[in-house]
């Protein structure tokens, strides 16, 4: 590539300075300096702290010594990140170093250790360890990314410089769909300049694949990986199992004089995760002063003291699930002169996933007439928790379901570059994305037979952890537990089928052009987008043969035995004091005996949407090369404008009907400036200041057109018997969040992978989105198609998002590298890399801060993120330790009953260990073996819920304990 500088990453804008006195003052006297430096200063050098030549801050390449034909070919070796000449674990930092060093902005790096081979089991793993960056799980793996404790939806992400289409309804990329075996390294920008497109809020992952002209010869790589899961077998006739396998092979190869180049990679992953969950479902004070009994007027609890706190619901469910991988990832590169550079990418990749989730659950507050006997208690503030003791009359509910997931990926990009030998440069690049998802879902019931109850023996913990429930019946007896509707829902089972499309087409073209004075040059460029997502959902329901499936003609208490035919060994939940429950086949069992009726009804309709969004940008931006007195300053400025017209259709529906579609959108600007600078202090000091104006739209379902409500009679709680309305619905003029942001960084190199980097930054929040919950919407506009059901009044509660001004953030963050060498030589080939970040917000309104005694700040923002990684190598033997902690955040607000409450995400500390050995010389160089144990401690999530008792005390419960186990992989790597 050449000096135009195509896909560079964030830089920050020109805005107030008022929040930030001294970061403002730095940037007034950096940049006023700048100014006032004679025309002449771009003569003079900056010392040689290099800069990248690509405006993706890209480290500077190991392969200096190749032909300077070749260097102008492709000079954007970022996409490399230096990670196939040098290898191993400090080979990998050194090369994240170069990038952070070499970068006009503050940026994170990390490299593959070789090729194909990044230093985790994954790429969000690995982006895990990076300052200020914390994972968010799913299924037991880290799938998402927070940047500076935010929210993974405030993150940009791009495939080589390119916004990518997503599976889910937010436009957040799921890491685990692309393979980190075909991933050669990954470039965070915590700071944006004016040529960065697709830029988040907190910042932007820009993951790269190879640049084949960027190596000095062919390379050829094959990783193969065994894997085992810790959990065990939870649901034995699913066929998920504890084994799993990963698999890969790269080629790499130049042709013709070095002018094209060849990546090619194939990786594949079959991988089980085996999840033991429990949830509390609510809790509270059955009997006494301030009850239940006394404030809301439920029924008396028999058995249950007065002034105790219990638990009024629970959920054991243990999910098998199967993930499967397929990804092929090509670059083709051809620079047949000093001229000309074309780079084609493609990338594809399908995904698959079978879950199945047995569980029983079942209530236990004061409406379902239980009670209690040999009752134990923990002391405990405000009130004693119940931790102990006999329930009677409980309904067991068993749910089995079923879940397919069916995804596809597909991206390509044509990067086009001519140099016209006069100073002009000119760049087109051509891209197309698309994600297309497919998923089924099925679950049926199953309980006791005749609607007869069981008691229970139980010990819960009073805190964090594994219940024990024992109930009198053996629920893995096929001849006690039949399909009927324990609980009344009101049908015996349901299916749905989902589908999902998510396309992004774009164009981008950019001229450059050197510079006199203190601006080495300027990019002037525009880019169009037009992305659009569809979803579609139909809802079916299940009834037994022989069962009605109208209100008139249903009864819940109807049964059948499952078949024989369709049973599978128990589920066991024997972490949760129950052995086991039943198993069976819930697609053969919905085939066979239940017969089907489409049910889409109005919340089910709201969920078949189109979203469109239509994105032209305009920028400009002038890099700067100059001095400040005798220190040399680079960086740039420039400017980004964006207009969005975004526009939802949606289903119409008068009650249940469908009855037409609805559209609506809207259309807005913005204009975000921003500011680089970089003061070489010395060849081995840097400071950076960053100042920018940022956008970052919401979740594209908050943009859609489509919303929802129902009526519903209340059987628990302060309103018990009544008819409430509810309601839900999306945004289609939601504005995106805007904040005006300054950083300030110092940086020390030392040795040759060891540093030490101080940085503080501030964010004023010039709009936001929250959820906001209204619990005196009126619903007279909505119909009624529930004619059974009278509403008490047309006052009800509905959720939709909006938008918030004002609120800000600040943070501060610590990151270092040693190596120990450096300290004694009998630490040779030891190092130790570590990072702490701490970030405040606040916000004047959201859906949590309306709760009394409810945070002020930011949903998803985890306050403390650290990380510390341990290593060790010499002599072809490595070993590494990590552990990343973040601390508790909290989730959206939740409806409880006629109350809001909100969830907590409580703190997460995983710990993870990698041992290898690399064989360097005979018959077996370029072999290597791994050993890796991810989550070493099988650290749990733990989520709590906190709500108000019905004497409005607030209180904070548990609500979620679950754990994956161990997972640990074997493998061997070969290389040529």
Known sequence: MNSCRMSQAPRAPFVRFRQRPLAASCAAVLLGLALSAPASAQQVPPQPAPQPTDSQAAPASPNAKVADKKNKKSE????????????????????????????????????????????????????SRVPGLATQRLNGRANMISIRGLDPGFAGTTLNGREQATIGENRGVEYDQYPSELISGVAIYKTPDASLIGQGLSGTVDL?????????????????????????????????????????????????????????????????????????????????????EDNWGAPHTPGMPDGVISQEGMQLRAQSLNQKRSGLM?????????????????????????????????????????????????????????TSGTISGIAPILQNQYTKEHDKLFSAGWNNQYDFDNGWTATA????????????????????????????????????????????????????????????????????FDTQKDTIKAVRLEVSHP??????????????????????????????????????TYDNHFSA????????????????????????????????????TERNGQGDWSRNYTVEEKVPVAYAKFNIETTLGSVPLTGNVGVQFVRTDQSSTALQTNGDTLVGSINDGTKYNNVLPSLNLVAHLTDRQYLRFGFAKTMARGRIDDEKVATSAGLSKVQNGPAAGQVLWSGSGGNPKLKPYVAVGTDLSYEFYFGKSSYFAAAVFNKNLLNYIYNQTTLDYDFSHYTNNDPTLTPTSNIGSFTRPANGTGGKMQGLELSGA???????????GFGMLASFSLTNSSIPTSSISSIPGGPKTLPGLSRKVANLALYYEKYGWSVRVAERYRSSFTGEAVALFDQLGYTKYLPNKQTDLQLGYAFSEGSLNGLSLLLQVSNLTNTPDKTAQVAGLPNNVQVTRPLEYDTWGRTVMFGVNYKL
């Open 76 to 127: 954007n070796t970022v996409s490399n990140l230096d990670a196939v000449i040098v290898t191993g674990i400090r080979a990998s930092i050194e090369n994240s170093l170069k990038a952070k060093r070499n970068s006009d902005n503050i940026i994170e790096a990390i490299s593959a250790e070789d090729i194909g081979k990044l230093p985790d089991a994954s790429i969000a793993e690995s982006l």
């Open 208 to 292: 790269h694949t190879i640049k084949p002209l960027d190596l000095p010869g062919p390379a050829f790589a094959v990783n193969l990986r065994g894997e085992h899961t810790t959990n065990g077998k939870l649901n034995p006739g699913s066929g998920v199992g504890d084994m799993g396998h990963r698999a890969s092979i790269s080629y790499i190869n130049q042709f013709f004089d070095h002018t094209l180049g060849l990546a090619v990679g194939f990786a594949h992953l079959d991988s089980p995760i085996q999840e033991k969950q429990y949830q509390a479902w609510w809790w509270s004070m059955n009997n006494g002063p301030g009850s239940a």
């Open 330 to 386: 090509a670059v083709l590169e051809w620079a047949p002169g000093d001229h000309y550079h074309s780079t084609l990418d493609l990338y594809h990749s399908i995904f698959g996933e079978k879950k199945f989730t047995n569980g029983a659950q079942w209530s236990s507050n004061p409406w379902d007439n239980v009670s209690y006997s040999n009752v134990g208690v923990t002391p405990a503030q405000p009130y004693p928790i119940v």
């Open 429 to 496: 690049d051509l891209s197309y994305s698309s994600a297309k998802k497919k998923l089924h879902d099925a679950y049926l019931f199953t309980g006791l037979a005749g609607g007869a109850f069981t008691s229970v023996d139980f010990r819960t913990p009073a805190g964090n952890g594994y219940p024990y429930f024992s109930p009198a019946v053996n629920l893995a007896d096929p001849s006690k537990v039949v399909f009927t509707d324990p609980d009344g829902y009101g049908y015996n089972g349901r299916q749905e």
């Open 515 to 552: 510079l006199g004075w203190i601006f080495s040059s300027m990019n002037l460029g525009v880019n169009y987008s037009d992305r659009t997502k569809t979803k579609q959902a139909d809802v079916q329901f299940a009834w037994l043969n022989g069962n009605g499936s109208t209100r008139d």
């Open 561 to 596: 035995p499952v078949n024989p035919a369709f049973l599978w060994a128990p589920t066991s939940l024997g972490y949760g004091g129950i052995p086991g429950i039943l198993s069976y086949d819930v697609l053969g069992a919905l085939a066979n005996q239940f017969y089907l």
């Open 818 to 828: 040693l190596e120990g060498g450096l300290l004694t030589q009998a630490l040779d």
